[in-house]
């Protein structure tokens, strides 16, 4: 494993065994907590049991999502392995709710926030539609999960969401824990409930690590908060400044530029950084810290940075001075991190108190419940270790003094709650409840914000560059904006969300959004996606995003993505295709571009459920082949055929289509589109009611306490929701007489051309299916209708658009076992 190691990254050897023990439980099918200080080499230590398979051709997933509590370590990971040798033949990308580089998840590695990964997996993704929100959550069971810094995860939300969520996944995904600051009792507990091997640095190994050689870092707790002439008293030539808020950093760094021209010792740069500035401006700035602050630092000249948390993690960088506002202990010692952080260095973190709420009390926001308790232990912890040197030791220490009681009861109360998580989670799941990600994410989670004059014009709201803000900050701006007496003459609106228009079913449509007004505090939870008028807000590089009331000359620019239907410089668009010749092309997607990500989970989830080996993969080619039976209803041809007619290409009445022509530049079929007398009848759970007993039969007639039930019920469900997660009922269906042909086309590719007939055999009145669908407490199940729905819409979205698909198909014949 060392020679291996050392191979992969070009280093001697490994700092010690902490770095490749990992790799040999992940690849033994056993889970991991790694436990190891800032600095000593934990990426490569996750990044090492990938890496390897991938090389070596071992049994391990073939996508890897790499978690993180913040935007910031997101960018830095994924800079760090594009700039080293591993990465430069990888399709490595980020995912946050800044830069959606990887929106359903589909790179070999994906850097990504929590929140993303979360939502993704509840059905309830940040990144896409809802109606796309059955997606993801294939890819979350599919991979190999890696969380790192997993002590800074919300204990009242996220915490407890991702610790059920790996319950859940143990057995069939691979994961691994990192953090610098595990309590010892968060650590054994941990350990048992996930029933992971945990991995911990040796005092001998800690001497060999670079980063703890030689350093001094003394600590000291100020009474009195943190002001501009606080951090010019102790500065010297290199000082970082964290506040808890953007906008107390934003106000600390206008009066540090205010009173700086007084000094009389030279010039000296300030820079602020935090979550709500573009793109292209936190990179430019992120640059610009690196190079002064970084381990190669300019040393010339003297430079005061302003932040946010977003430096807590993620930055490779260092100061002699740091102050910082009073956080947990956990929190605090990441920030301590960039301080004396290289070898032989000296320095000093100042820690403050925070202002007052208006009941007098400190206000620790954005650290709310028991977090704001842990801020008060803290403080209080503080004065033991003030003005003393803090190494690992030191810092493990106070850990265990504020979190050690804590954690304990904190685990404790998950275990109690967590049958009543569960079932919020499975509702989020089931239902697509938005307001559920306060509860199940973060409690006061993030929100997308734009900037847009019209937001009518705005096509795609995930494709335009957004700022993150907590959906408490928001909340209290539009209070402000209210007591103000706004909106009025000159700012007519103040806040809109997106609410998706009901099109039809189908992927050959983009999704359509109306912009309602935020009329109060509760529609702020409405959404996860927002925008302002630019009448009450400003931007420039020095300060970055504020509310302060401007000009409106400010308006969200393109993102990071170019959206699906703008890509190969086409609008949304397709060509009329049969259903034989959609299925084909569906076929060659799945077996070109999709097996490899399904294979690691479908292999270990059908050993768990007793299912033959190759069952799951058989049961995507299933769901391919029958998606769209509801297609070859009478009133589904009736309207596809009228709508041919109608643009001047009428077909013959026996060609079963799939889809039709459509162009929407054209302004034809625009006027067509008005005119068509309804919506295209829906066709997915049609479909799947049709097809139900041919499936069952295929499975081979399984009892209700076979697992081969479960199977059925999460392909039924696959089938049913291909196009909407929440589908729980369907319309009439009447075979159109010219569909049988093709039908028996697919049944004979499938071993039942004698099962025709069972497609005709429902009823043709309207009705619920919850009793074929998946039950959302039979976690195998569950897991299998998440790998199902995923390979079926992936291969339905690349067949239709060709996105680099060879058009080349895969014959019907391909579908038998």
């Not at 992969?8 to 056993?30: C, H, I, M, N």
């Not at 302002?532 to 393109?558: H, I, K």
Request: hydrophobic share 40%.
């Amino acid at each position: 494993m060392e020679t291996a190691f050392a191979r992969l990254f070009g280093v001697q050897k490994p700092y010690g065994s902490f770095q490749t023990r990992p790799a040999e439980y992940l690849l033994d099918g056993r889970n991991v907590i790694l436990q190891a200080p800032t600095g000593s080499g934990k990426t490569m230590a996750a990044l090492f049991p990938y890496l390897l398979a991938r090389r070596e051709g071992l049994d391990f997933p073939r996508k890897m999502l790499y978690c993180v509590p913040m935007r910031v370590l997101a960018r830095s990971f994924y800079n760090d392995l594009k700039n080293n040798r591993q990465g430069d033949d990888l399709d490595a990308r980020l995912q946050t709710g800044e830069q959606k580089d990887d929106p359903q998840l589909e790179a070999e590695i994906t850097f990504a926030t929590i929140d993303q990964v979360l939502s993704s997996f509840l059905n309830i993704p940040y990144s896409l539609s809802l109606r796309q929100g059955n997606v993801n959550a294939g890819a979350v069971v599919a991979a190999y999960l890696v969380f790192d810094e997993f002590h800074l995860l919300d204990p009242g939300t996220t915490l407890p969401t991702t610790l059920e969520m790996l319950r859940l996944l143990k057995g069939i995904t691979p994961f691994l824990l990192m953090t610098a600051t595990f309590s010892k009792e968060m650590l054994s507990r941990l350990a048992a409930l996930l029933d992971a091997e945990v991995v911990a640095v040796s005092p001998e190994e800690l001497k060999s690590i670079p980063s703890q050689k030689e350093k001094e870092r003394r600590i000291h707790r100020v009474y009195g908060l943190l002001t501009a002439e606080e951090v010019l008293r102790h500065h010297r030539q290199r000082s970082i400044a964290i506040c808890n808020t953007v906008e107390r950093a934003q106000d600390l760094y206008r009066r540090l530029i205010e009173l700086l021209p007084s000094r009389a010792n030279g010039e000296t740069r300030v820079i602020l950084l935090h979550s709500r500035f573009l793109q292209e401006d936190r990179r430019k700035k992120e640059d610009e810290v690196r190079r002064l602050f970084g381990k190669d630092a300019e040393k010339a000249g003297s430079v005061i940075l302003v932040a946010t948390q977003v430096i807590e993690v993620g930055l490779d960088i260092s100061c002699e001075v740091l102050h910082t506002e009073i956080a947990p202990a956990s929190a605090i010692l990441q920030r301590a991190g960039r301080c004396a952080r290289f070898v032989a260095e000296k320095g000093d973190v100042y820690v403050y108190q925070v202002p007052s709420d208006k009941k007098g009390e400190p206000n620790y926001a954005p650290y709310l419940g028991q977090q704001a308790a842990l801020c008060a232990k803290n403080w209080e912890a503080l004065d033991f270790f003030t003005g003393k040197s803090m190494d690992f030791h030191a810092e493990q220490h106070l850990v265990n003094l504020v979190h050690g009681d804590f954690d304990a009861m904190l685990l404790a109360n998950l275990e109690q709650a967590a049958y009543a998580h569960r079932k919020q989670m499975h509702k989020a799941i089931g239902w697509q409840e938005m307001g559920l990600a306060r509860e199940l994410i973060r409690s006061d989670d993030s929100v997308s914000l734009l900037v847009h004059p019209n937001p009518a014009e705005i096509e795609n709201p995930y494709a335009l560059e957004s700022f993150s803000l907590f959906f408490g900050t928001l909340s209290g701006q539009l209070a402000k904006w209210r007591a103000e007496g706004l909106p009025d003459e000159k700012v007519s609106w103040l806040l809109k969300y997106p609410y998706e228009r009901e099109e039809g079913e189908g992927e050959d449509r983009p999704v359509r959004f109306e912009w309602l007004p935020v009329q109060d505090q509760r529609q702020v939870r409405y959404s996860s996606v927002f925008v302002v008028n630019p009448l009450l807000v400003q931007y420039n590089y020095e300060l970055g995003f504020c509310f302060t009331p401007g000009a409106g000359d400010f308006q969200s620019p393109p993102g990071s993505i170019v959206p699906r239907e703008r890509e190969k410089g086409r609008q949304w668009g397709y060509s009329r295709e049969s259903y034989q010749q959609h299925v084909e092309k569906m076929l060659n997607v799945y077996h070109t571009q999709l097996t490899r990500e399904l294979a690691y989970a479908a292999d270990r989830l059908e050993r768990r459920m007793g299912l033959r080996a190759g069952l799951l993969e058989y049961a995507v080619r299933l769901a391919i082949a029958l998606h769209d039976v509801g297609k070859m209803d009478r009133r589904w041809q009736g309207w596809a055929h009228e709508w041919q007619r109608r643009i001047g290409a009428p077909v013959a009445e026996d060609f079963m289509i799939a889809h039709t022509d459509y162009d929407p530049g054209d302004p034809l079929h625009q006027a067509v589109e008005a005119q068509m007398p309804g919506a295209r009848p829906p066709h997915a759970a049609e479909g799947a009611v049709a097809t139900h007993k041919v499936i069952y039969q295929l499975l081979g007639a399984p009892g209700k306490n076979d697992p081969h039930f479960k199977l059925f019920r999460a392909l039924f469900t696959a089938i049913a929701r291909h196009h909407s997660p929440r589908a729980d009922g369907y319309q009439s269906f009447a075979l159109h007489p010219a569909a049988r042909p093709t039908l028996a086309l697919l049944l004979r590719g499938l071993g039942a051309e004698e099962k025709a007939a069972a497609a005709l055999e429902i009823s043709k009145n309207s009705r619920p299916v919850t009793g074929l669908l998946v039950q959302l407490d039979s976690q195998d199940e569950l897991l299998a209708y998440f790998l199902l729905v995923r390979m079926l819409r992936l291969a339905d979205q690349k067949a239709m658009g060709g996105r680099g698909v060879n058009q080349e198909s895969v014959p019907v014949c391909l579908l038998r076992r």
